[in-house]
Structure formats: structure tokens, C-alpha cells
């Protein structure tokens, strides 16, 4: 009895020649196209952004779900126009159905950004980025090298347009083997009571993070 070889679907970025890090994201994200989410309605970014937000909403059979998922999308366009200023180089919207509890939709939102640091011991950086403004804070050694996590609360802007007071963010940090910059993974979601299991999918993200081209060893067993 044989048993049948795993799929995997990757994402056109994944060979691209400039990669510098690679990561993998749970079922139920959705990539959403960075360009399109600041761009005008009318410009062809926009065309796809409307595409895909169409192929989103076309999983979501109920009304209140929809509603709550163009919100969201709002508030993660206004959003990305700081971001992008930070270096946030990919962004994906989450939809998961809430089975410990009443079944409702659930949301979040990923990014992925590098930032520049100055050179330091890489389990310092990390140690670092997370000394202040953050709660729960765990200090990780990941097949990639040292990370931490943390966690922030923030009270939203009433101009982002989001049907909630307070998001919970949590960043996973990881510094680059060169010492010069680190990796932002950051999972945000207005869902608070739902922090462990939220928590747990940023952790087991970060966990699969690598800075040496994953597809080297696919390649050869091909």
C-alpha cells in the first residue's frame, strides 16, 4: 500500500530570483494584490482588487458575513497606506468559521514586512523588538534562528471605518542571518477572545519561516 504524495500550490513570488525569505500561511488567507489595496478604483490594480474581493465574498453565503468582510477590507486599505511606507511587502485577508463557539465568521488580517536594524547579535534583536510597548512576550528559538513573540492591544482610528473599538495585533519578529535587518509577521483581528488561537497560528507561521530556498530540496527529489 502506497500513500499518496502531499500537494503543494505555490505562489509565483516563491521562485522569484530576489526572494530573500519564505513562509507558508493556513488555509482560509487569502493573498490580497498590495498594489491594488492603494490604488485608485479605476486604475486596472483596482480591476483586481475587485476581482479578488469578489472571489472572497462568493465563499461568504451569509449577508452579515459579506458586510463584515467588506469592512474589513476597507479598514485594511486605509490601513496599508502607512504600511507600505514600512516596508510591508505582502498582505492576506483570513476567514475562518468560529467552531468553538457560535459558528460566525471570523477575520483577521497578516502582514509580512521587513524592517532595518542596526547590527547586533541576532537573540538580541530579537530580544529587543519586543522590550517595549509589548504583553505576553515569549522569547522563541525557530528552525530559522531566534524570534520572539508579542502581543498589542490597540484602540482603532474612527477614521479607519471598522465596526470595533480595539484590535489585537500579534507580531512574531525574526532577525535575518545578516544581522542587518529582520522579518515582521504580524496577525491582527478584532476577535480578542480568540488570542490563544490566534496566537498559536502566528507561532506555527513563524515556525515555518526560512531564509535558505525551501524548494532547493523539492527540486532534487523531483
Known sequence: MTEDQPTYILNDSATAPDREAWFALPAGFTTLPLGALTASSDSTDGSRLREVVDDILAGVPDGVGRQQVIGQLAGAQRMMLALREEGVVHCSLGLHRDDD??????????????????????????????????????????????????????????????????????????????????????????????????RAM????????????????????V
Open 101 to 198: 463557539g457560535d459558528g460566525r465568521l471570523l477575520t483577521s488580517f497578516f502582514t509580512f514586512r521587513w524592517q532595518e536594524i542596526s547590527r547586533a547579535p541576532r537573540h538580541l534583536t530579537a530580544a529587543r523588538a519586543v522590550a517595549e510597548g509589548h504583553d505576553r512576550i515569549e522569547v522563541l528559538d525557530l528552525p530559522c534562528g531566534p524570534a520572539a513573540l508579542g502581543e498589542v492591544a490597540r484602540t482603532v482610528a474612527p477614521d479607519l471605518g471598522l465596526a470595533v473599538e480595539r484590535l489585537l495585533q500579534i507580531h512574531a519578529y525574526l532577525p535575518h542571518p545578516d544581522g542587518s535587518r529582520l522579518v515582521v509577521l504580524t496577525l491582527t483581528t478584532p476577535t480578542v477572545q480568540r488570542r490563544t488561537h490566534y
Open 202 to 221: 502566528l507561532h506555527d507561521v513563524a515556525a515555518h519561516v526560512s531564509f535558505d530556498d525551501p524548494l532547493v530540496h523539492l527540486r532534487t527529489h
